[in-house]
């Protein structure tokens, strides 16, 4: 069963002091219920999630005791995509007409704050200092860097333009662009990422309403379709960042595996996406899955990054709403975004960032640790 996506609505994300990360989910579930001209009461089931800010289920207090049925989701930086996916099969499934995905997030200051135990890890990891991530991230593009030849120009690149594109969202936590040399000649935190390239935890929320395709001109807007949504887990010898061992064999991340799955579902290919929200949780992480998700070879990252091809104009936009990078990443909320940014791309209301050239297709993709990623495929 084909399902199209009738409303979307966000609460803008970076640091809003006094609202809680539940009080932003309820306000882009209002936003998204408004924009798809319906009511709580019509949605028949909802699937979300949040890190830090509490059950998504919790919302039905502020929304309504309907009575749906709410599942709670949690998976790391990719918990909106897994929300998305268990609202989707409730639909496919024929239990429902019309489902909710929501994700939020409000993240304390500083690095995020998972505790070892959670993922199996004694409470040594963390005191050792070993559960900052900015280090494996370091270390994961510094070795690939130093296979495939990428600069640390390229690393400036990325960050260049998430600023840039971040700039023109008013829903964006980081609006104001930083030049090449300046993010070159910011804070080095962990060689080679320097401050600006790496995300911080955030704030934030994102709602998408759910429906048949076949009751989809019901709505006002007209539909944008979701043609595939895949997650997968990671293989033997994939990289991980929250673990205390590294396998002598070496796999693909989750990522290769998700994207193709996605493409296979949707029958397409990487050729025929006109915009790619991809996840960037620090420069590194965008030239990398750049080649996990089928978009180019191991290596082509480079040119492709300074000759502007992933920016707006460009032949594949990347991350045109300023991504991770300039967004920050409230947990939940953060593969949400993706569809969301999606979205108004194919419906061509993105405003001063629009793709030219009236996309037809989009492709997001979220990784988010233990080891699991997200893709999703949407149409006009």
Request: glycine share 12%; with cysteine; charged share 20%.
């Amino acid at each position: 069963m084909k399902i199209a996506v009738v409303g979307i609505g966000m609460h803008r994300f970076g640091r809003t002091p006094g609202v809680s990360g539940r009080a932003q989910g309820a306000h882009a579930a209002r936003e998204a219920l408004h924009d798809a001209g319906i009511d709580w009461s019509d949605v028949q089931f909802a699937a979300g999630g949040s890190h830090s800010a509490g059950d998504a289920d919790s919302l039905v207090s502020e929304l309504g005791l309907t009575g749906v049925p709410f599942v709670n989701v949690s998976n790391g930086c990719a918990t909106g995509g897994s929300a998305l996916l268990v609202a989707s099969a409730a639909i496919r499934s024929g239990s429902c007409d019309v489902a909710m995905a929501i994700g939020f997030d409000k993240h304390p200051r500083g690095a995020f704050n998972t505790d070892p135990a959670s993922l199996g890890i004694g409470d040594w990891y963390g005191e050792t200092g070993m559960m900052l991530t900015t280090q494996f991230f370091a270390m994961k593009i510094q070795r690939y860097r130093e296979l495939h030849g990428i600069s640390t120009e390229t690393l400036a690149a990325v960050a260049e333009k998430a600023f840039r594109n971040g700039a023109a969202n008013p829903n964006a936590w980081r609006r104001d662009p930083h030049g090449r040399q300046a993010i070159l000649d910011s804070a080095m935190i962990n060689y080679p990422l320097t401050q600006y390239m790496y995300c911080s935890p955030g704030e934030g929320a994102v709602a998408l309403v759910l429906t048949r395709a076949d009751h989809a001109s019901k709505y006002p807007h007209p539909p944008v379709y979701l043609e595939a949504a895949e997650l997968r887990s990671r293989r033997f010898g994939s990289f991980e960042v929250f673990s205390p061992w590294l396998s002598p064999e070496a796999a693909p991340g989750p990522s290769v595996e998700a994207a193709r799955a996605t493409f296979e579902a949707a029958g397409i290919g990487p050729e025929d996406v006109d915009v790619a929200q991809l996840q960037d949780t620090e420069s590194g992480a965008e030239v990398m899955h750049m080649a996990e998700t089928g978009f180019c070879k191991d290596g082509e990252q480079e040119q492709l990054i300074l000759s502007g091809a992933t920016a707006i104009g460009g032949r594949l936009p990347v991350n045109t709403d300023g991504g991770c990078l300039a967004n920050g990443e409230p947990i939940g909320a953060s593969g949400l975004r993706q569809v969301h940014e999606n979205v108004l791309q194919l419906r061509g209301d993105a405003g001063p960032r629009q793709v030219t050239g009236q996309p037809k297709v989009g492709f997001t993709h979220v990784y988010g640790s233990p080891g699991v990623s997200a893709c999703t495929i949407v149409s006009r």
